[in-house]
């Protein structure tokens, strides 16, 4: 009933449809968030891992910490996957394709990784998430004409990342 009033009114009084490219025209992008989800699942892996070697037997201690370690891998394999699907969906145009021809099938692969990621626990699986991500990263700095750098993160686990030159 209410939508065959609205219905009937933009018929009557017609407006302009407003275009948006994203809910919130922003403009704020930024990759750094995935990079930060990717090393966090990194990081996970490794406090599993650490777990496994001190902790013998198998105590409720043991179970908790691992239950919230595995949570936030999860969690934030699919942000890494949320935040990067943000970028391509809503910023990456026609053009930027075109000049980096490896856009889509790094994007997906960015995708599968993150699933992976939730389904296993393997360390180098997650490393190449990290990768994929800071190869986007650097494409998305390259479309705003913006250098970047790679330097290892000042935390743990210390790996690569992507960082883009600001002056």
């Known amino acids: 009933m209410i939508y065959e009033l ?4 933009d018929r009557r009084f017609p407006f302009e449809r407003a275009k948006a490219h994203c809910d919130i025209p922003c403009g ?16 996970m892996i490794d406090l599993m891992n650490e777990l ?5 037997q198998q105590d409720m201690e043991f179970h908790n910490s691992m239950a919230r370690y595995i949570a936030v891998k999860e969690q934030h394999a699919e ?8 970028i391509w969906g809503d910023y990456i145009k026609p053009e930027h394709v075109q000049k980096y021809p490896e856009l889509h099938e790094l994007t997906n692969n960015i ?26 990263a650097e494409i998305f700095w390259e479309t705003k004409g913006i250098a970047t750098k790679r330097a290892k993160a000042p935390y743990k686990p ?4 992507v960082y883009p030159v600001l002056s």
């Not at 942000?79 to 943000?86: M, Q």
């Not at 995708?111 to 986007?136: D, H, I, P, Y």
């Not at 210390?158 to 990342?161: D, F, K, L, N, R």
């Open 52 to 56: 496994v070697k001190e902790h013998g």
């Open 6 to 9: 609205i219905e009937k009114l």
């Open 79 to 86: 942000l890494c996957k949320h935040e990067v699907r943000i």
């Open 28 to 43: 704020i992008y930024d990759p750094h968030h995935a990079q930060l989800a990717a090393l966090t699942v990194i990081r």
């Open 111 to 136: 995708m599968k990784l993150g699933s992976k990621c939730r389904q296993t626990t393997s360390r180098e699986t997650a490393v190449e998430l990290l990768q994929a991500v800071n190869r986007f």
């Open 158 to 161: 210390e790996e690569e990342v």
